[in-house]
């Protein structure tokens, strides 16, 4: 069975999408965005896939591909088409190759025209294309830089894409209205500007006259892009925290895994947000953790200390959860969840005050 998430950016409106294969548990992922690192990696190892490839569709004027820190991360192969231009990629992409993920894989299908290095994705059944640029949802890539062409665009999109059977889904980059999916059938049909009876001079015409702006981001995104989003000087500028080994949940949230937190004890604050018949009742607490219900934390954020770590604690990791979020909301950064709560503790035999034995 084909695993497939499709991820979305809010500062730059690309989409991410993520496909694994569910029995070997290998995955590839497609466009992704560098500030979106942390969560695509979160949903990564919360899935239990492996990333074998991060592909990218083009060489992005608009934002900075995760392509170098994912392989940084998660030791993946970085694929994007030979014509990009692009230095530091593992593999370079040529029309008919395919990126295998366990049983299945994408074919590549050259589609230039927005930009002379633009790619198609079809997946091995052609149920999905991933077009980038080249085809959005009755749009399509502008033609005004990084080698763009109009008149090859048509032909790209009209004899790579629209070629696909009537019900491939198509799935772009970019949705500026948050539409996320469209197919060939709709397309051929109802796209304004190669839909229809359009004619190539019809469309060259058209996208001649667009005049759009040039993206806000081009000037950082292209210089990184043509390394493969690898920063300047390699240094890593992603959101992790230093002061601890911790992992960020798909959900936002910061953890912490007990075994450090035992082995470190006085180096952070503990704050039980139970109720406090559950503080003193059969889990018993962890030493010296101070107790504020959840309730009550909006209230009493003032006790806390914001230079020292905090560890959330409660039964089970979950309304300590949301204690991590009212901490920040009140400018306590270094916050962590203690994942699994009192029970993982209890359960991996460590000390506790009181308590049930
Ligand atoms: N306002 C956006 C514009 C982004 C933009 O120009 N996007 C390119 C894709 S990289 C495009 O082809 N857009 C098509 C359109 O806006 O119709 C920004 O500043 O980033
Ligand atoms: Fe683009």
């Known amino acids: 069975m084909l695993i497939f998430r499709q991820l979305f950016d809010k500062n730059s409106f690309t989409y ?19 500030e979106q690192s942390t969560r695509d990696c979160s949903l990564i190892d919360e899935l239990g896939l492996q990333l074998i490839h991060v592909v990218d569709t083009h060489c992005h004027a608009d934002h900075v591909t995760g392509a170098w820190l994912m392989k940084h991360h998660l030791d993946a192969k970085i694929n994007i088409s030979r014509h990009a231009g692009v230095e530091g990629a593992d ?62 665009l048509y032909q790209s999109i009209k004899t790579k894409i629209l070629t696909l059977p009537n019900s491939t889904k198509i799935y772009p980059a970019h949705d500026y209205d948050g539409v996320t999916v469209t ?15 359009s004619s190539q001079k019809d469309f060259v015409l058209y996208m001649n006259s667009l005049g759009l702006p040039h993206p806000g981001k081009i000037d950082v995104a292209l210089p990184a892009n043509l390394n493969c989003g690898r920063p300047k000087n390699g240094r890593i500028t992603d959101e992790l925290p230093m002061w601890g080994p911790l992992k960020k949940t798909f959900a936002g949230v910061w953890e912490i895994d ?33 107790q504020i219900a959840l309730g009550s934390l909006a209230n009493r954020v003032g006790e806390i200390d914001t230079q020292t770590p905090v560890v959330t604690v409660c039964r089970s990791g979950a309304r300590s959860a949301q204690a991590i979020f009212l901490l920040q909301q009140a400018g306590v950064t270094k916050a962590a969840n203690l994942s699994g709560g009192m029970l993982r503790w209890r359960d991996r035999g460590y000390p506790v005050v009181g308590g049930a034995s």
């Not at 991410?16 to 560098?34: F, M, N, P, Q, W």
């Not at 197919?183 to 009876?197: D, L, T």
């Open 258 to 290: 007990a075994e450090w937190v035992l082995e470190n004890l006085s180096e952070v604050l503990l704050l039980d947000v139970r109720e406090h018949d559950e503080f003193e009742g059969s889990l018993g607490h962890i030493v010296n953790a101070k």
């Open 16 to 34: 991410t999408y993520l496909l694994g294969d569910s029995k070997s548990r290998e995955a590839v992922i497609i466009d992704t965005v560098y």
């Open 91 to 152: 593999n370079g992409l040529v029309d008919g190759d395919h990126i295998k993920f366990g049983s299945r894989y994408l074919q590549v299908r050259e589609t230039p025209g927005h930009t002379s290095g633009c790619v198609t994705y079809v997946l091995d059944d052609e149920t999905m294309a991933f077009t980038g640029d080249a085809l959005l949802v009755r749009g399509c890539g502008r033609t005004d830089f990084q080698q763009g062409s109009p008149s090859m």
């Open 183 to 197: 197919s060939v059938a709709e397309e051929k049909e109802f796209n304004p500007r190669v839909g229809g009876q």
